[in-house]
């Protein structure tokens, strides 16, 4: 016999726990499969953004005759006054005519610069008309300015200098919208995220009692670090999930020129890692004394509605958070522990959250992370080898 | 008592209004096979529930080498529970090299005494499948060997034969013998008592929450009224009748079937057969654990 004694240390009971989590979930079909379904429909939304995004504000004009003259002045005007204008060289009249009427043309010039006619679907763009009024002014001018013996160019360079002198108070975001998909895919990430590996901490516990296999381990490592060494396997997948996912996100999003924020956005995708570490961890434990009050993977959809409601309502609250992430609904919404590893990432995302706000979320949530976990621990420890019928809460928590 | 041996003191557990083991007392001592016994019901399982600390007692206490069983103590506890504990999606190698390490093996020891259990009982062509592809006699062997992959110091074994087919049954009563000839007490519970009385060195009676009965095989017998049987083709009926602590339970052609007080010399009735004429067969008959336990359990020869 060898009579030594072999009591593995708690770090390595947890350690040892948790490797076993990670490999059983990284390894399956379902992690896998998962992870795709996932990055092909944030690819889909992604292009379908991008095609929505160069296919709204391109301008398509056709010049035909004479008119053809205006294509550099346009689209120089057009580039300044920030629209997207591709002109084209219509040979024919009557065919430029026919494509604006199928609306492969939005607008068809013809006649010459000075005096410049557009045939139209409906009715003209105010900007492009503008542009165009402009060109056919200038044109006049400069044969004013001829006639006058004055040189056309210098002119109308310094006419071109003179312009009024803005000072805004505030200024607003160009990429505001950017900031808003940003913070609506982290929000669907961060709840699809806390809810899944939520649900399987509380899968993997009945699993465990409903084998029996619990009374196994149970009999060489402490509850405690049964559980823990669980929330921070599962917790591990989850988190390497959504970097995987984060970071495929970022790449397409830049590639396809969705996203030209790219440091925000990376920002973004941090500070939503740690905020599912956070979230994970308030959760989990709540998950796993659900889910160690039931004996059969029958019940566990019961006792884990309740959970997952809660998550549900800060997930929908979320849209109006996201639609006005200023407000004081958002913010004090926001500060709710368990909302804020959904809500604040989003505000942090729209840029709307001020330090202070941060830190006394992170604050609140560590705080309830604490009270959480000593509360699911105590439930978990009481009701892990109870097989058989549901333990009531209470029966748990007073025992 | 200290050396090594198991001892459950004067165990007791209600359930509710139910009096599942009412101080229950006996010690498994190093080297030895001790049958557990009983109907079900009986407080077999919860006993050894007790002792893995799955359960815990009303009162009295669980000791392992003089003191109290500590959590300390029951990392060196090998159990097999009745109802079987394994991931069923792991695969039979991993399954055990996991739970070696938990028992604080390193990844090599663990290895090693996986690899060597695995073969042990049959298993390697199976090392590689997830447990719940296994027919349910491997499943057994898988469970034996997570019940032993740690070299416990004790083993507490529910029902290990229940299920299994004679060629495993005998892998599995070597091993059991092999682990209590190095010193490790084994406690089992079965319901196979040709098994039990053929393995054990002990065995403990449970009825109702209560122990019956606690003694080698031939102890239990010895105490026990012996049956005979005669063959003594010229004895005229009723030849035995009147032989004092003789009592006649069959009496025809093949022979007489008598039962003896246990305190009666079985020579008195070979002389008053061998008084009748020629005796062809005398043949004594042990009782078999099985009339023992039968009696036991319906409560006539409560000790």
Not at chain 1, 222 to 236: A, T
Request: charged letters at 20%; proline letters at 4%.
């Amino acid at each position: 016999m060898t009579g030594r004694r072999r009591t593995v240390p708690p770090a390595t009971a947890v350690r040892l726990v948790a490797q076993r989590e990670l490999s059983a979930r990284l390894r399956t079909r379902g992690f896998l499969i998962g992870t795709a379904v996932i990055l092909a429909v944030l690819a889909g939304y992604l292009l379908f953004q991008a095609n929505l995004a160069s296919n709204a504000g391109r301008t398509t004009v056709g010049l035909t005759g004479q008119a053809v003259a205006v294509a550099e002045p346009l689209r120089a005007g057009a580039q300044q006054a920030g629209l997207d204008v591709e002109t084209r060289r219509i040979a024919d009249p009557e065919r430029g005519a026919e494509q604006v009427r199928a609306g492969e043309l939005d607008a068809l010039v013809s006649g010459s610069p000075a005096n410049l006619r557009v045939q139209v679907k409906s009715e003209l763009d105010q900007q492009l008309e503008a542009l165009l009024n402009g060109i056919s002014g200038q044109e006049v001018l400069r044969a004013k300015l001829l006639q006058a013996g004055l040189n056309p160019a210098e002119v109308l360079s310094d006419v071109g200098s003179a312009s009024v002198e803005v000072s805004a108070f505030e200024r607003t975001d160009p990429a505001q919208g950017q900031r808003l998909v940003i913070a609506l895919v982290m929000m669907f990430l961060l709840y699809m995220g806390i809810t899944t590996y939520g649900s399987l901490v509380a899968q993997g516990i009945v699993e465990e009692k409903s084998s029996r296999v619990v009374e196994i381990l149970l009999s060489t490592v402490r509850p405690w670090h049964l559980l823990l060494g669980k929330v921070i396997g599962l917790g591990l997948t989850g988190l390497t999930q959504l970097a995987i996912l984060g970071a495929a996100g970022l790449a397409m999003a830049s590639a396809t020129g969705v996203l030209t924020i790219t440091g925000i956005a990376t920002t973004t995708l941090l500070w939503g890692l740690l905020w599912f570490v956070l979230g994970f961890f308030l959760y989990a434990t709540v998950f796993a004394a659900a889910g160690s009050l039931v004996s059969r993977q029958e019940d566990v959809q019961t006792v884990l509605t309740p959970v997952s409601m809660v998550l549900l309502v800060g997930f929908i609250a979320g849209f109006s958070v996201v639609q006005e992430p200023e407000g004081t609904t958002a913010t004090v919404l926001s500060l709710v522990p368990p909302l804020s590893p959904i809500l604040m990432p989003s505000r942090i995302a729209t840029g709307s959250a001020g330090p202070l706000e941060v830190a006394a979320a992170l604050v609140l949530t560590l705080a309830a992370i604490a009270a959480l976990t000593w509360l699911g621990g105590r439930v978990y420890h009481a009701a892990i080898l109870r097989t058989g019928t549901r333990v009531s809460l209470k029966d748990a928590l007073t025992r | 008592m200290g050396d090594r041996t198991l001892e459950i003191d004067r165990v007791s557990k209600r359930f509710g209004k139910v009096t599942a083991l009412d101080s229950v007392t006996f010690d498994v001592r190093p080297g030895e096979l001790f049958g557990f016994v009983g109907s079900n019901g009986a407080g077999k399982t919860t006993t050894m529930r007790i002792v893995l600390g799955v359960l815990a007692a009303d009162s009295g206490e669980v000791r392992f080498d003089g003191a109290a069983v500590t959590h300390e103590t029951r990392t060196r506890i090998g159990y097999l529970p009745e109802e079987r504990g394994l991931y069923p999606k792991m695969k039979v190698l991993d399954q055990l090299v996991y739970l070696a390490q938990l028992h604080g093996f390193s990844a090599n020891e663990a290895h090693r005494g996986a690899e060597s259990w695995i073969e042990r009982l049959g298993l390697a062509e199976r090392r590689g499948d997830e447990v719940q592809k296994l027919s349910l006699g491997n499943q057994q062997r898988v469970q034996l060997a997570a019940a032993l992959v740690h070299e416990p110091d004790v083993l507490v074994l529910d029902e290990p034969f229940s299920g299994l087919d004679p060629i495993a049954v005998d892998v599995m009563s070597d091993v059991l013998r092999e682990k209590a000839a190095t010193g490790v007490p084994v406690v089992f519970s079965s319901h196979q008592l040709d098994l039990v009385e053929r393995l054990c060195d002990r065995v403990g009676i449970i009825r109702s929450g209560q122990i019956v009965a606690c003694d080698s095989v031939s102890g239990l017998t010895a105490g026990a009224a012996s049956r005979i049987t005669v063959l003594a083709p010229d004895a005229p009926a009723g030849w035995a009748a009147h032989l004092p602590g003789v009592r006649v339970l069959s009496e025809n052609g093949d022979g007489t079937l008598v039962e003896l007080a246990p305190d009666i010399d079985d020579q008195t009735v070979l002389a008053a057969a061998l008084a009748t004429g020629p005796v062809r067969e005398f043949t004594r008959h042990h009782p078999s654990l099985t009339e023992l336990f039968r009696s036991a359990v319906t409560g006539e020869a409560a000790s």
